[in-house]
């Protein structure tokens, strides 16, 4: 840490692992050196099957003087072995996760590292995400109605949600935060074999549960966008193993309609059941289906065809 006109000013590492799309990836880098407060490093997790963005990375870091660190891999890690190791090589203090198809707002970094600066006990820091889409244009109407959704509103930077309700809803985002390394060697990626492809919520979702002090500010952060790759993700099993992550962590709700295990597991059972068919356990889709969290929809036209969907 070094200190510039009385403010102690950290080092912060973000890191972006990609797979073939360095169109996207250049932009996420710009939005990284456009930062009011720039990072100490950037580090790129190449799991691309072509040179490409090898190509593009020696471009940058040819003309910045920010040191940019890259990492071919060969064969391809996935996902969370491809995250791990980009924690694992970064020297910031901070860190941040940047997926190679989203944005930082250019004010990103200062405000959440000042988060950091005004309460030594913080240990991860988030904001809200707008929509955008593959041109970069940004939905106003939905990105509201995503952050009402996931709780990033005005009204819980004051009333802030416990740890494991943030991570269990998800008011910790999938990426854009930023995290004391502390924390990160601890709690790490978990593999595909373990979790399926809900290694954003899983991480999230242990953060909550291990207690640390995650801050949430009402301010927009990054820019969440929505392409054909990101819709193909969503018909993964993410659904399904989030609900298993949460019911095998052994965590139960109460009887209030708004406890965040409750309002999670009924929002997650209707695609956990689609999921779990798709991934031929149907008996485990029965199990949802009749399950309190469920119950309420079996009578509604989507449960219906959720029960002819198992049933078929």
């Not at 799991?47 to 891999?73: C, H, W």
């Not at 694992?88 to 989203?102: Q, T």
């Not at 219906?304 to 198992?310: E, G």
């Amino acid at each position: 840490m070094f200190k510039i006109s009385g403010f102690f000013l950290m080092k912060i590492t973000v890191c972006i692992p990609t797979y073939n799309r360095p169109d996207l990836l250049k932009e996420a880098m710009d939005s990284c050196l456009s930062q009011t407060f720039l990072p100490f490093e950037i580090l790129i997790g190449d799991d691309s099957t072509n040179n490409e963005t090898r190509e593009l990375v020696e471009t940058y870091k040819d003309a910045s003087a920010i040191d940019i660190g890259y990492f071919k891999n060969e064969p391809p890690l996935g996902q969370a072995a491809n995250v791990n190791g980009l924690f694992k090589n970064a020297s910031g203090e901070k860190i941040v996760l940047l997926h190679d198809d989203d944005l930082l707002m250019e004010t990103a970094l200062e405000k959440m590292m000042k988060c950091f600066q005004s309460d030594n006990t913080i240990q991860a820091v988030y904001g809200k995400q707008y929509i955008i889409d593959e041109r970069g244009v940004v939905n106003k109407k939905h990105s509201e109605e995503l952050n009402t959704y996931y709780f990033r509103t005005a009204y819980y930077s004051t009333n802030k949600l416990s740890p494991l309700e943030a991570g269990m809803v998800q008011q910790f985002p999938n990426d854009c935060y930023m995290v004391d390394r502390t924390v990160i060697e601890k709690i790490n990626y978990r593999s595909k074999t373990e979790i399926g492809h809900a290694g954003d919520f899983d991480f999230g979702f242990r953060l909550g549960v291990s207690g640390i002090n995650l801050h949430f500010i009402n301010a927009y952060t990054a820019k969440y966008r929505i392409t054909e790759s990101s819709i193909a993700r969503n018909r993964t099993d993410s659904g399904y193993q989030a609900f298993r992550i949460i019911q095998q962590a052994g965590i139960t709700a109460n009887s209030k309609k708004t406890d965040p295990v409750n309002l999670i597991l009924k929002r997650k059972a209707p695609v956990a059941i689609l999921q779990a068919v798709e991934k031929g356990k149907r008996r485990e889709a029965l199990n949802i289906y009749f399950s309190k969290w469920h119950r309420n929809k079996i009578l509604t036209l989507g449960g219906i065809r959720r029960l002819i969907n198992i049933i078929s």
